[in-house]
């Protein structure tokens, strides 16, 4: 499995510093898998691993990452296969060309 980052931003709240990495991995068989890295400054007291639903993506914990980062935890969401941003010229045009399948 190959990892490329892409952006790294930080935020601070009035609790703590948090920074966010972004960024993708890229499976044996080709298939990039997109994910974000909230963590805080310094030791984290917990790790949280947050997966969407079926049709769901990873910016829908955006607002439970910052609030769990604030309290000085770890949170790392990810895109599962075949529901991260696609463009638009890529887009299937049919739900069973969605499969989660290669």
Do not use: C, K, N
Request: glycine content about 10%; aromatic content about 2%; overall charge positive.
């Amino acid at each position: 499995m190959t990892r490329t980052t892409t952006r790294t931003t930080t935020r601070t709240t009035t609790r703590t510093t948090t920074r966010t990495t972004s960024g993708t991995l890229t499976t044996p068989d080709g298939t990039r898998i997109v994910h974000r890295d909230h963590h805080p400054a310094g030791r984290p007291t917990a790790t949280f691993l947050l997966l969407h639903g079926l049709a769901g993506h990873q910016g829908e914990w955006d607002t439970l990452a910052g609030r769990l980062g604030s309290d000085g935890h770890r949170v790392v969401t990810y895109d599962a296969r075949g529901t991260a941003p696609v463009p638009a010229h890529r887009r299937p045009r049919s739900a069973r060309l969605m499969s989660m399948t290669p």
